[in-house]
């Protein structure tokens, strides 16, 4: 017996149902995206590595998927450098392209490639499938979607304030109760001078990003293993378990930061965005643990986590000063975000908040009774699909039970039916499959009719 095909780990089937909630899920971010000026781009699943390499971390760079060279990839490789396993070295020179990370990194590259084209400000939104090579878990896939907007171009902190409100907006529309987490680089760079380690903020960043994973204690194992001093790991634990209002934070932090120029500016930038704020319906909280571990951010970090279900961030962004600069074209700034759909996916499920009528592909069937009423039924099909009406012929003239079955395993609202009395009639039986209700209608009635309760 031939085994059965499987997937690779940490990817995902999904179905008719799980397409349609899918596309619930892109449609709403889609809409409210353009509702704010921002235009879509789509850019190749493959980008070479020198375009990727180097840009999101020593961590970032394992978790690249890359791609063999095309042919004979082992070309000019000579039996001893494949006998001493020199993976990393081997990998530079037999893949030459990767899959994409995220969405950020190949904007840049687009902005550079296409700059002559571009009115600036330019505001792109992307919803593509990103790769990571990372450890399947719940929650945690190797291959999702991303759906980013950005506005580069512009240093005005008015684009982070419009990207929150985006967030806040698609949110509600989901019905989903979120907590929006912001914080600056600048701010974390004021902190790892005040406690005297400025050379160490990546290591600091990468380790506090981490807290709500391994803890307190596992970040603090951390910071000493990257060589921190047992001195300086003990200045930093206030400022980790600061707690009260924003504006408490943001006193407190204005004295610890006080001798810090980028932790004051950073703090000016977080209490601007803050203040324009003030009308959202979701939590928005100052959260000086929040570091993104993307190098490439240098102010306004953001992070989104769902309040009613434990799953990790759902959403994340931030602002970034010269990512463009890596490829030729520096002091152009950005700011973005990115929705994690596949978690908004999982989120939606787990509290039930799918409209019904997103799974609902076919809205009404037209039972086949055999080729004369098949004929009656067609132009009839014709006119309900004019009015918008998602419908159709069952394709054999079979049982009326298996026919009635088909309906209800789609979970179709509505079947029409016509006989000999109803073509003689020209006329219909539309039946509710939900009341098992029955009624004899005209078909403009009918199309009237479901159009009105489906």
């Known amino acids: 017996m031939a085994q059965k095909p499987s997937i690779p780990k940490g990817t995902r089937d999904f179905g008719p149902q799980e397409t349609a909630r899918r596309n619930y899920i892109f449609n709403t971010i889609r809409e409210v995206y353009e509702l704010y000026g921002f235009q879509q781009i789509e850019t190749p699943a493959m980008e070479n590595l020198s375009t ?76 593509q499938p990103v790769w990571r090579a990372d450890r399947p878990q719940k929650g945690r896939y190797r291959e999702f979607y991303q759906c980013d907007a950005d506005v580069v171009g512009t240093d005005s902190l008015l684009s982070e304030v419009e990207l929150m409100q985006i967030v806040d907006t698609v949110f509600r ?81 204005r004295q610890v930061l006080a001798q810090s120029e980028a932790g004051q500016k950073g703090l000016d930038e977080v209490e601007y965005v803050i203040s324009k704020l003030s009308t959202l319906s979701s939590q928005l909280d100052l959260d000086l643990t929040l570091a993104r571990g993307l190098n490439y951010y240098t102010g306004c970090i953001f992070e989104v986590k769902a309040l009613d279900v434990e799953i990790g961030s759902i959403t994340g962004g931030g602002r970034y000063d010269n990512l463009t600069g ?60 004019q009015a918008g009406l998602r419908c159709e012929l069952y394709p054999d003239a079979a049982k009326m039970k298996k026919q009635m079955q088909y309906a209800n395993q789609k979970q179709i609202p509505f079947v029409a039916l016509a006989g000999e009395t109803e073509m003689a009639q020209g006329r219909l039986t539309l039946k509710n499959m939900l009341t098992g209700e029955q009624t004899l209608i005209t078909p403009q009635e009918l199309i009237e009719q479901v159009k009105t309760m489906a």
Request: glycine share 12%.
């Open 52 to 127: 990727l390499m180097g840009k999101y971390g020593e961590e970032g760079d394992k978790l690249l998927f890359k791609v063999l060279n095309s042919g004979d990839f082992l070309r000019g490789i000579c039996e001893g450098e494949l006998a001493e396993g020199a993976t990393g070295h081997l990998a530079a020179r037999l893949c030459e392209k990767g899959l994409r990370y995220d969405l950020t990194v190949p904007f840049a590259r687009y902005v550079v490639q296409h700059r002559e084209e571009l009115t600036m400000p330019f505001r792109r939104y992307q919803i």
């Open 173 to 253: 529309r989901f019905g989903i109760r979120v907590c929006i987490k912001i914080n600056n680089r600048k701010i974390l760079q004021g902190i790892a001078e005040m406690i005297g380690e400025a050379e160490r903020i990546v290591d600091i960043t990468v380790a506090i990003d981490k807290l709500d994973k391994i803890g307190l204690d596992g970040v603090n194992d951390e910071l000493r293993q990257d060589g921190l001093s047992e001195e300086a790991i003990g200045k930093l634990q206030p400022i980790i378990s600061l707690s009260g209002s924003n504006q408490d934070k943001l006193n407190t932090m």
């Open 326 to 385: 890596i490829f030729g074209l520096p002091g152009l700034s950005g700011v973005g975000i990115s929705f994690g759909a596949d978690r908004i996916y999982d989120v939606l499920g787990q509290l039930d908040l799918y409209p019904a009528q997103v799974t609902t592909a076919t809205q009404l069937l037209f039972i086949n009774f055999g080729e004369q009423e098949a004929d009656y039924c067609l132009p009839i099909l014709a006119e309900a699909r």
